[in-house]
């Protein structure tokens, strides 16, 4: 069982800059490709960036490709996300993701991940 517990998230002007974090308990993340997700209010759940086991690959939806990065910390057991150039239509809650599978490879299909946080809010304003 691992533990995800998102933060960073808040208020952000329109052009801004938000890091996401996720900190990880119960095990450590270098065994798990993780990924970071997003849910608008009335929309489904978005595939939003990935990183394999190893961190040497990564993926982006292509709504935040060129403005989002996702990395890891393996001393520090947690992932984030850098968001720049944020757009009112980023606004969400934003969930951290943890597959455990053996294969190392980047995830971007919610269903197969084992384990969520339990999200946090980033609201961008125009």
């Known amino acids: 069982q691992v533990n995800l517990v998102e933060s960073g998230g808040g208020l952000v002007q329109a052009g801004g800059s938000l890091r996401l974090s996720c900190a990880a308990s119960?095990?450590?993340?270098?065994?798990?490709?993780m990924g970071w997700f997003r849910q608008a209010p009335g929309k489904e759940r978005e595939f939003v960036a990935g990183?394999?086991?190893?961190?040497?690959?990564?993926a982006y939806g292509d709504s935040v490709k060129g403005r989002f990065t996702i990395s890891r910390d393996y001393g520090k057991n947690s992932v984030y996300l850098q968001m720049n150039s944020l757009k009112p239509e980023d606004t969400a809650v934003y969930y951290c993701?943890?597959?455990?599978?053996?294969?190392?490879?980047?995830?971007?299909?919610?269903?197969?991940?084992?384990?969520w946080g339990q999200g946090t809010q980033v609201t961008v304003s125009s």
């Open positions: 993701a943890a597959d455990s599978s053996f294969s190392s490879r980047v995830v971007i299909t919610s269903h197969e991940y084992d384990y």
């Open positions: 990183i394999n086991q190893s961190g040497l690959f990564t």
């Open positions: 119960g095990r450590t993340l270098s065994r798990y490709n």
